[in-house]
């Protein structure tokens, strides 16, 4: 079993930065940040391997960063420029080495224009 803990949400206004933080129980193969608008179905917005391989969604490039603390179990995810259609419950994901998801209570990030 692998818990997750979210922490970083919030509101904020558009043009503005918000950093979420997501800490592991134990060492994952793979962390990222998937998000749920309201709505709409959950979508990848980034993911980093333990080795420091990214991968971002086409509508986050450039805004986001994802960076991981391997000692810590950590991954972060600073959110610059944001704008309102980034609201969204963002989930924290793990992958295991032996491919098994899981999942963070999700943290509500909301945009105001």
């Known amino acids: 079993q692998v818990q997750l803990v979210e922490s970083g949400g919030g509101l904020v206004q558009a043009g503005g930065s918000l950093r979420l933080s997501c800490a592991a129980s134990?060492?994952?193969?793979?962390m990222g940040w998937y998000r749920q608008g309201p709505g709409k179905q959950r979508e990848l917005v980034s993911t980093?391997?333990?080795?420091?391989?990214?991968n971002y969604a086409d509508s986050v490039k450039g805004r986001f960063t994802i960076t991981r603390d391997n000692a810590k179990n950590t991954v972060y995810l600073q959110m610059n420029s944001l704008k309102p259609e980034d609201t969204a419950v963002y989930y924290c994901?793990?992958?295991?080495?032996?491919?098994?998801?899981?999942w963070g209570q999700g943290t509500q990030v909301t945009v105001s224009s």
């Open positions: 980093i391997t333990s080795g420091g391989s990214t």
């Open positions: 134990r060492s994952v193969n793979r």
């Open positions: 994901n793990g992958l295991t080495w032996a491919a098994v998801n899981y």
